[in-house]
C-alpha cells in the first residue's frame, strides 16, 4: 500500500485525485503501478487501476493475471471493479471506502457478485486513515 500512497502523491502532483495503484505478481513482486492521469489525458478511463491493470497485462503479455494483486488507495469505482473482475485478479487489497461511488462494498459489491465467474478475494481498510487523509486533504486545498 504504500507503493500504492506513492503513485497517489504523483497523481496529486500532477492536478488529478491522488488515487494510486500497483499490481504484484504472484510472488509478490511489483508488476505494474499506476495513479489517476484523467486531467493529464482527458481520458475518463485513466483511473489508477486501469492503468495499472493494462501496464501489468502488457508486461506478462497476457489479459488475464491470475495469482496477481492489485493493491489500490481507495476502494474501486463500477469501472474498475468491472475490470478486475475482468482481468481475473486473485485479490483485490484497497485503503478506504468510498462511500460516494465504490463498487466493492460501499455502493454496490460488483466483485463479489455470485452471478459472476470471477470473484476475487478482497482485503478492505489497510492503512484506510491514511489513504483517506490524502483524499481529504486534496479536496480541501481545492
Not at 478486475?84 to 459489491?109: F, H, I, M, P
Request: with cysteine; net charge negative.
Amino acid at each position: 500500500m504504500r507503493l500504492a500512497l506513492d503513485e497517489a502523491g504523483r497523481a496529486a502532483e500532477g492536478g488529478d485525485v491522488p488515487v494510486g495503484a500497483v499490481v504484484l505478481s504472484a510472488d509478490g513482486s511489483v508488476l505494474a503501478t499506476g495513479h489517476n492521469e484523467r486531467e493529464a489525458t482527458g481520458d475518463p478511463s485513466a483511473h489508477a487501476e486501469i492503468l495499472a491493470l493494462r501496464r501489468a497485462a502488457a508486461a506478462l503479455g497476457e489479459w488475464r493475471l491470475p495469482g496477481c494483486t492489485l493493491v489500490v488507495t481507495l476502494e474501486p469505482c463500477t469501472m474498475c471493479a468491472g475490470a478486475v473482475q475482468q482481468s481475473r485478479v486473485e485479490r483485490l487489497v484497497y485503503g478506504a471506502r468510498d462511500e460516494k461511488a465504490g463498487a466493492v462494498g460501499s455502493l454496490w459489491d460488483l466483485v463479489r457478485d455470485r452471478r459472476l465467474n470471477h470473484r476475487p478475494e478482497v482485503i478492505g481498510g489497510v492503512l484506510a486513515d491514511e489513504c483517506a487523509r490524502l483524499l481529504t486533504d486534496f479536496f480541501r486545498d481545492r
